[in-house]
């Protein structure tokens, strides 16, 4: 039940931030994105800081503060420039396509690292997932400005600070909690709020209306904190990578809020996407009959006991 609320949590997490994107397109002509990056992790620290206080939550230890510190500068600071800047050069279909790689470099760096296995189950979830995405961006794909693959390249290395992040993230997540690890860690955002303010990008916010605010605080609020606990809940209770393939639903969730606030047509690829899309997460997601019943005959054998050769024949099978 734990790896199954990881997964729903992350699936969630990457639905939110396909709203997310919506609100970043509303505010983008009002605003550069670098001051967007600002108000939206800015204020999701501010929202999870006294909830952590109130909750009484522990703190990462003294000996992870470290490496909080670089993770927080990793996800919450560097990956939100290269996000934006791969913008400038490609269209938003292209990024989310390039983004949509997450899972399948989360695979590959993970099974490198020794993060997790690498299964029949997982690439091909991966890869179903990834051509999903593909489906449902099809008619826009074909039109690119010139010079797109710098986008391309630049939103790939932002979907690399996300698989590191979520895969070093992991045991420092264990040993402290998801909502604590994640504030220390937004607190990277400040990164991006001092070269915001040296480069005097919040003076346009003064001319904002009630809409333009709205817009702000909900992506502080569950654009960074509430997108992001889940994102650290997930990576609590389950693999990188089945927490990485859920980023695939992020390009559904943007393309059906840009029908409803912007009237952005919806076509059949769209559809036909979501199912693939959704079909990856299962096949990547579950595992098989054999990897089940051995993962029951280790909860209820007493014959059977971690570190024996069944043990670890059992674990072998789980997809």
Known sequence: MGEISGVLAAVLSSGLGGTSIGATRYLVSAIDPLAIGSFRFGIGFLLLLPLTLLRGDRWPER?????????????????????????????A?????????????SLVIGAAL????????????VVLA????????LSDLTSAPTGAWRGDLLMIAAALCMVLYGIWSKPLIRRSGPIAFTTMSMAGAACLILLSWVRGSFAPA????????????????????????????????????????SVTVNPITASLVGAYLLDEPLRWNLAAGIVAVFAGIWIATTTGQRGGAARATLQTDPDVTPGSSSDIAAGRRRA
Request: charged share 10%.
């Open 130 to 137: 990834t051509l999903g995405v593909a489906i449902a961006l």
């Open 63 to 91: 000996g992870d503060w470290a490496a909080a510190a670089g993770l927080g500068i990793l996800f919450f600071a560097l990956f939100p420039i290269l996000f934006n800047a791969s913008l400038i050069f490609t269209t």
């Open 114 to 125: 020794g993060a997790e296995a690498l299964t029949w189950r997982k690439s091909v979830g």
């Open 206 to 245: 003064a001319g904002f209306g009630a809409p333009q605010w709205l817009a702000a605080v909900y992506l502080g609020a569950f654009g960074a904190a509430l997108t992001f606990y889940l994102w650290a809940f997930a990576l609590e209770r389950t693999t990188p990578t089945r927490v990485a393939i």
């Open 93 to 105: 279909a292209r990024g989310a396509l390039a983004l949509s790689t997450l899972p399948l470099l």
